[in-house]
């Protein structure tokens, strides 16, 4: 029967609710409905990709090209967490469709930099805001569930992150800059780079001036965001 469960003890029997028997770990539930957002962010972000004539990959290396400006087919691969191979390919469709050009990069004499062009740049400009409609269903949270959302995704990113399975790119707490839990009050952190102090759901998860510490550092910087202040 679909319901309760019981249990004998001594004469008396007791059920327990069926929820408290039937139900997955929290963190199983969180991850599958991750999951489900991330099949709609997939089917969105090929639906829009489609609509604009590129694949996904194309629609997000013209949005990093955008946001980031020229860069290599390695920077690229390393920002996106696509192999080398898959940027290349998709570099060179690009380039035949005219969305992007390449020119010598001063930095590596035997590498090339992308740069879009004018309708590249108008395609990636259009291609970052594919993922608003997630932003729009997070607006529809409380100020106080967004913040604990906020610091969910980035402890989550952080540890995928060390496992290798995200870049490790952009965000404050793997940056040489990040200074942890050095005040109190509203806003404890501290980027070095701008001398300015940061709130914990104000910590950056795509920063263009991130600098990669050292494992160590970053272990540091870890413990320290996680030790009560
Ligand atoms: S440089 Fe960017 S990533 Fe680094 S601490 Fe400052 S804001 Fe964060």
Same mark, same amino acid.
């Given at each position: 029967?679909?319901?309760?469960?019981?249990? *004998?003890?001594?004469?008396?029997?007791?059920?327990?609710?069926?929820?408290?028997?039937?139900?997955?770990?929290?963190?199983?539930?969180?991850?599958?409905?991750? +999951?489900?957002?991330?099949?709609?962010?997939?089917?969105?972000?090929?639906?829009?990709?489609?609509?604009?004539?590129?694949?996904?990959?194309?629609?997000?290396?013209?949005?990093?090209?955008?946001?980031?400006?020229?860069?290599?087919?390695?920077?690229?691969?390393?920002?996106?967490?696509?192999?080398?191979?898959?940027?290349?390919?998709?570099?060179?469709?690009?380039?035949?469709?005219?969305?992007?050009?390449?020119?010598?990069?001063?930095?590596?004499?035997?590498?090339?930099?992308?740069?879009?062009?004018?309708?590249?740049?108008?395609?990636?400009?259009?291609? *970052?805001?594919?993922?608003?409609?997630?932003?729009?269903?997070?607006?529809?949270?409380?100020?106080?569930?967004?913040?604990?959302?906020?610091?969910?995704?980035?402890?989550?990113?952080?540890?995928?992150?060390?496992?290798?399975?995200?870049?490790? +790119?952009?965000?404050?707490?793997?940056?040489? +800059?990040?200074?942890?839990?050095?005040?109190?009050?509203?806003?404890?952190? +501290?980027?070095?780079?701008?001398?300015?102090?940061?709130?914990?759901?104000?910590?950056?998860?795509?920063?263009?001036?991130?600098?990669?510490?050292?494992?160590?550092?970053?272990?540091?910087?870890?413990?320290?965001?996680? *030790?009560?202040?």
């Amino acid at each position: 029967m679909l319901g309760l469960l019981s249990y *004998r003890c001594g004469v008396s029997s007791r059920r327990l609710p069926y929820f408290d028997e039937n139900t997955e770990p929290l963190p199983a539930r969180i991850a599958t409905g991750l +999951h489900k957002i991330g099949l709609a962010m997939k089917q969105q972000a090929w639906q829009q990709a489609n609509d604009e004539g590129l694949s996904p990959t194309q629609g997000q290396i013209l949005a990093v090209l955008v946001a980031d400006g020229p860069l290599t087919g390695s920077e690229l691969s390393a920002k996106l967490g696509v192999t080398l191979p898959t940027i290349s390919d998709s570099v060179r469709v690009l380039a035949e469709k005219g969305l992007v050009t390449k020119s010598r990069d001063p930095r590596h004499p035997r590498a090339s930099l992308l740069t879009p062009t004018k309708k590249g740049a108008a395609l990636g400009t259009r291609a *970052r805001s594919w993922p608003e409609f997630i932003a729009t269903a997070i607006e529809g949270l409380a100020p106080e569930e967004q913040r604990a959302f906020f610091s969910g995704v980035m402890k989550m990113l952080r540890t995928l992150q060390e496992q290798g399975l995200v870049p490790l +790119h952009g965000m404050c707490l793997s940056c040489t +800059h990040f200074r942890t839990n050095v005040r109190s009050g509203p806003s404890p952190h +501290h980027c070095a780079l701008v001398d300015a102090p940061l709130a914990s759901d104000q910590l950056r998860l795509e920063c263009p001036e991130h600098e990669l510490a050292l494992p160590a550092a970053r272990n540091e910087l870890w413990e320290q965001l996680l *030790r009560p202040s």
